[in-house]
T-cell receptor, first 116, second 116 residues
């Protein structure tokens, strides 16, 4: 069965600084990987996804993620964070191509705090 | 706004009771997924319906059931409620059956269930 580990429960970053959120996955075949963001009281919004091809994936809001098969990682990055980026970030892996087979498996999430 | 709607937004009920959560998928989406988000278990996939039929099952309790109607909206029924069922319940939808490469899941705002 697939699993996702987000090793950092909380991360604090100063506004304008760069950000990297870590995600490690376990899956027997080629994974389909996603990053979602959840703002307080909101649902989950898709930031980006990786299915195949270029290992560097661009998403919305200036985020990008890099798939590294050798490290079983799919870390999320942003060169300069804004106060509005404060939220909960979830990494997920899908068994089926779109994650529909058995649904998405989510990590526990990383809570991002932005310092002024 | 993802286009997925969920009602009600909040629900407070007592142990032993039964509740129904409703989800309307994005226009044209055929699959509906249900997830539970709790502090101790995180985000867990419960069940998927595709075009009216059950497609995939996750960690859904026997006390819980779901269905998808001909107009593609879905309902999640929770019965014999326990304190531990208090959680945020998300619905997501996708265009296809979940196995297509581009079949991304879009999440609704969730229903917060409190069992007293």
């Amino acid at each position: 069965a697939q699993s996702v580990t987000q090793p950092d429960i909380h991360i604090t970053v100063s506004e304008g600084a760069s950000l990297e959120l870590r995600c490690n996955y376990s899956y027997g075949a080629t994974p389909y990987l996603f990053w979602y963001v959840q703002s307080p009281g909101q649902g989950l919004q898709l930031l980006l996804k990786y299915f195949s091809g270029d290992t560097l994936v661009q998403g919305i809001k200036g985020f990008e993620a890099e798939f590294k098969r050798s490290q079983s990682s799919f870390n999320l990055r942003k060169p300069s964070v804004h106060w509005s980026d404060a939220a909960e970030y979830f990494c997920a892996v899908g068994a089926g191509s779109g994650g529909g087979a058995d649904g998405l498996t989510f990590g526990k999430g990383t809570h991002l705090i932005i310092q002024p | 706004d993802s286009g997925v709607t969920q009602t009600p937004k909040h629900l407070i009920t007592a142990t032993g009771q039964r509740v129904t959560l409703r989800c309307s998928p994005r226009s044209g989406d055929l699959s509906v997924y249900w997830y539970q988000q709790s502090l101790d278990q995180g985000l867990q996939f419960l069940i998927q319906y595709y075009n009216g039929e059950e497609r995939a099952k996750g960690n859904i309790l026997e006390r819980f059931s779901a269905q998808q109607f001909p107009d593609l909206h879905s309902e999640l029924n929770l019965s014999s409620l326990e304190l531990g069922d208090s959680a945020l319940y998300f619905c997501a939808s996708s265009p296809g059956n979940g196995r297509g490469v581009l079949d991304t899941q879009y999440f609704g705002p969730g229903t917060r269930l409190t069992v007293l």
